[in-house]
Structures are given as C-alpha cells and as structure tokens.
C-alpha cells in the first residue's frame, strides 16, 4: 500500500529523465545537439554519459603602464654592453668587498656560535631531550649539518673575495 504512490511517481521521473537527454555530437572541438546539422557537418556520436562543457575565459591582453619607470641617478641609462667608468668601476668593486668582508664577519661569528653549542659532538640536553632522547639526536645532527653549511658559505665567500683582490 506503501509503494502504490511511490511506482507511479518513479516511473514519471524515468520517462521525464529519457526525455530530457538528446543525442550529442562532436565536431572537432565544438559540441552540438542538432542531428541534421552534425550530419550535414559530419560529426561523430557521443556515446557512454552526459557531458558538461564550461567556457573558459577570455585573456586580456596586459594593461600599459602608465606610470614611468624612474632611474635612480640623473646620468642617462647606459647600454648593456658599454663601458663603465674606472672610478666607477673602483666604487663597485669597494662596494662589493665591503659587503662580502660584512658577510664573512656575520658568517665567522655565526660559525663560532654554532660549534660553542656543538660542544664537539656533546652539546648540553635542553629540557624537553632530558627523556627524549631521538630528540636530542635529531638537534645534535641539525647542528653538525648547520655547522657544515655554514663551512661551505664562509669558503665560498672567502673564494669571491679572492677573485675580487681582496684578502
């Protein structure tokens, strides 16, 4: 008696559902509904589900700017394969070393500290690694990794101050 409204409303949603789906046709990239018009075009039939097709959007082409670049000094840009001037030349290379010699200073500090807590090989247990032992293991490695990483950047600052003349 349940099922006796239930049988008629299903089969009006199975007969509705038959109806709603046409037949659909491909045409290269392009799908259409209209079986004369994909037999007149030669498009192939879809088969096997329903397909759902989602236009994309458009690419706008980059707005122009419209603020100009500035240029920090008032000298004109010079072209990528012009000569700099030697004074020029000696205020860049200063520069450069000045910053490379603060590098290496920040680097040799950094070093120092880093092998005082390596303490070599035994740095002191911080509170949490007193009964986690992985834990102190796995900072005792991050340390010695540090402390070679830290190797390489001060050889390899000492290197480019070398190329540069200095030290």
């Known amino acids: 008696m349940k099922y006796a409204l ?44 329903n397909i759902t097709i989602v236009e994309g959007t458009r690419v706008s082409a980059p707005e122009a700017r419209t603020t100009p670049v500035r240029i920090a000094s008032n000298a004109p840009a010079p072209s990528p394969g012009a000569r700099v001037d030697s004074g020029d030349q000696r205020n860049r290379d200063n520069e450069t070393r000045a910053i490379l010699d603060a590098e290496l200073k ?55 101050l070398g190329r540069s003349g200095a030290k």
């Open 6 to 49: 239930f049988i008629p409303f299903a089969a009006t949603l199975f007969v509705a559902n038959s109806f709603a789906q046409n037949q659909i046709y491909r045409c290269g990239n392009e799908y259409i509904n209209n079986a004369a018009d994909a037999r007149s075009r030669g498009c192939k039939l879809v088969e096997g589900g």
């Open 106 to 160: 920040k680097s040799e500090i950094r070093q120092a500290e880093l092998l005082k807590e390596y303490n070599n090989g035994e740095p002191e247990k911080m509170g949490s690694e007193a009964r986690n032992h992985q834990k102190y293991l796995d900072r005792v490695a991050e340390l010695k990794a540090s402390i070679a990483r830290n190797e390489s950047d001060i050889a390899s600052i000492r290197r480019e």
